[in-house]
């Protein structure tokens, strides 16, 4: 997949004065400059990949937003009672809370950096672990395969949606460290299947057997021939394991097993929500879940549009 | 075929025996292990912990603790839940049905709606309806099931309060909870209003993992459909002056569902999870929100039992659709 080059002739052929003097121009993509292209391709791919950047830019530039406008974008410890428990307005975007009258829309950008942190957090940790594990049994084969695939069968047998917020009540104390490291620790699994199936195909390959005759030792065929072929459905796995995480820290949350207050993310928001769901403050539960789901769509539609970019199959 | 069943059976027993391993350990490693509702617990005196220490055989050594927790699990009662005082096995044995009927009556509305509506859309493709189904199932795909729960709630049960909030039964309606011998009783001089109640109650749950289902599923069919529908044999099946419907029934969309019920047999699993989420949100009284109650007061006996019916769940459904897998596509042969 790395050697792949794509062949452009280059427009200017045409418009050179002398024919002797035509030299047909060969624009040679990289790879990533490749990838990149056929990702701006993808329909919707490149607008969910700006809507991300927004909302990156939106919760990670919180405490900024909220020193250029101190009226509009509250700092999660600020909080107006007089306005406790109103709807949406021009004042509060989302409305806000029936407690205090923290605004909604500041606790939504506020909230979306420890819960986006511990998407990308968990899956790279999930990523690494889950490659290396993939990597040992679709290499090596055999006995060592079965058994570490074994290992990854009991992960996957067992609902993570259960796993998860058993190891986030027992080990998170509502630490966002805590939550990450679990959540990464249990998301390895569905990465290793992966590694392991494109190695299995890729160790029979020719250029890996080249290796082997060139006495490359197994690390350096693994890290160095084996790991760059297998880097598109990888990084699939990768951004789809995001949008998974982040609705799963949001239920765990929800449910009182992941983050609390103080610790904001749009899970522990919403947890609270529920408590005055009944009396009929839609706003409070709807704008924070809205935010999740605005996420994993675009998150979705970034891995959609990665996978048809990385997908050596797909000739343009 | 038989013999792949068997075979295909028999490789789930070092699985099963496995996951109780790692589950045995993984609780082992809790701070305070299998005591953990305890071990912090400063208004229990020392004689009072050591007590029920001793009572559930916590102060054997480890091995010996799991010997017998498997021996429980395979012959006995499964151990005594630590805060309910019945058995395990008991204690989520009343909650399975529920879970079970959740789980079936979704899938059923899922189907229902999905596989006609990818097999329109593949019909009809590029039209509006085509379009709208796509649509849907983009937004239905990364719709998470807990947050759309709540918002059907917050509209169906809250808003306009043409479905109940919470529960299986209305319980001023049947004096009872669900599944009691009373309630059996009550039930089997009411059925109709029985049944009634019952569908009022499962409706919002049911739709609530239906819609997910609906956006995968729907989206399967339809390019399973597209892809027979241009294969020479349905094209011969037009020249030889077939009517339309029966090309389409018989000769495109019998074939077209192979590869569909393979796909909805291997989301079984997730259908599991699906209502796991549910009934967290609606107070479903099933094995979900069991779990979640266990959780809470970290009713480690209870845990382990749940954890480990979860696993042959969905070991269950995997060799299930192994075996869909296996009858569905007689090209592959399983000698």
């Known amino acids: 997949m790395l050697d792949a080059r794509q062949v452009d002739v280059s427009d200017d052929i045409g418009k050179k004065a002398y024919p002797d003097e035509v030299e047909i121009a060969f624009k040679q993509y990289s790879f990533k400059e490749m990838t990149f292209r056929r990702f701006m391709r993808h329909p919707i791919a490149k607008w969910a990949a700006l809507a991300m950047l927004i909302i990156l830019v939106a919760c990670y530039g919180a405490p900024i937003w909220h020193l250029l406008f101190p009226n509009f974008i509250q700092a999660p410890d600020q909080y107006t009672p007089a306005d406790a428990g109103t709807g949406p307005s021009l004042k509060h975007l989302f409305g806000t809370d029936s407690f205090n009258g923290h605004d909604i829309f500041s606790l939504v950008l506020y909230g979306g950096r420890l819960s986006l942190m511990i998407g990308v957090g968990s899956m790279v940790i999930g990523t690494i672990i889950g490659v290396t594990w993939g990597a040992v049994a679709g290499y090596l084969g055999g006995f060592v395969d079965a058994l570490l695939m074994r290992v990854t069968d009991v992960f996957l047998t067992v609902p993570a949606l259960l796993l998860v917020p058993l190891a986030s009540r027992i080990f998170g104390q509502a630490e966002p460290w805590h939550i990450a490291i679990i959540f990464g620790l249990l998301s390895w699994p569905f990465v290793s299947r992966i590694v392991r199936g494109s190695f299995l195909q890729l160790r029979e390959l020719q250029f890996t057997e080249a290796a082997v005759a060139l006495g490359t030792s197994p690390l350096r065929i693994i890290f160095r021939h084996l790991l760059p072929n297998a880097v598109g459905p990888i990084l699939v796995a990768f951004t789809l394991g995001v949008g998974s995480n982040v609705v799963l820290e949001a239920f765990v949350s929800f449910l009182g097993f992941g983050l609390r207050p103080p610790n904001d993310s749009w899970g522990s928001t919403l947890a609270s929500a529920q408590e005055v769901m009944i009396q009929g403050n839609w706003w409070w539960i709807t704008f924070p879940g809205l935010a999740v789901v605005a996420t994993v769509m675009c998150i979705n539609f970034i891995g959609d549009g990665l996978r048809d970019a990385l997908d050596p199959k797909i000739v343009d | ?335």
Not at chain 2, 53 to 68: M, S
Not at chain 2, 84 to 110: C, E, K
Not at chain 2, 226 to 231: A, E, G, S, V
Not at chain 2, 251 to 258: G, K
């Open chain 2, 1 to 335: 075929m038989v013999g792949y069943a068997v075979r295909r059976f028999l490789q789930l027993i070092p699985t099963l025996f496995l996951i109780t391993l790692l589950l045995f350990v993984g609780m082992q490693a809790v701070p305070g292990g299998p005591m953990q509702a305890f071990a912090f617990n400063i208004h229990m005196s020392q004689a009072a912990r050591d007590a029920i220490i001793h009572r559930w055989g916590l102060d054997q050594p480890v091995g010996i603790q799991y010997i017998h927790w498997l021996t429980s699990m395979l012959t006995g009662d499964w151990q005594t839940s630590f805060f309910r005082n019945r058995p395990v096995r008991d204690v989520i044995g009343a909650t399975l049905p529920a879970t079970l009927l959740l789980m079936t009556t979704a899938f059923i509305i899922q189907e229902l709606i999905a596989l006609p509506a990818g097999i329109l859309a593949a019909l009809r493709r590029y039209s509006v309806f085509d379009q709208a189904i796509t649509l849907f199932s983009y937004v239905g795909y990364s719709m998470p099931t807990f947050w759309l729960g709540l918002m059907l709630l917050l509209i169906f049960a809250v808003e306009f309060r043409i479905a109940p909030v919470a529960g299986v039964i209305d319980i001023r309606l049947t004096g009872a909870p669900f599944l009691t011998p009373e309630y059996n009783t009550w039930f089997s001089h009411n059925i109709l209003v029985g049944i009634f109640d019952v569908a009022h109650h499962i409706i919002l749950p049911a739709i609530t993992i239906a819609i997910v289902g609906i956006a995968g599923d729907s989206r399967f069919m339809r390019s399973s459909m597209l892809d027979t529908i241009h294969q020479d044999y349905v094209r011969t099946a037009r020249a030889k002056g077939l009517p339309e419907r029966s090309v389409v029934l018989k000769h495109a969309l019998r074939n077209a569902l192979l590869p569909v019920i393979t796909n909805v047999a291997y989301q079984l699993p997730g259908l599991f999870s699906g209502a796991v989420v549910t009934e967290a949100i609606f107070s479903w009284p099933g094995m979900g929100q069991l779990f979640f109650e266990a959780l809470t007061q970290f009713d480690y006996p209870l845990l382990m039992g749940i954890l480990f019916v979860a696993a042959c769940l969905v070991l269950f459904f995997n060799l299930l659709a192994d075996l869909a897998y296996a009858i569905a596509d007689p090209r592959i042969s399983y000698a």
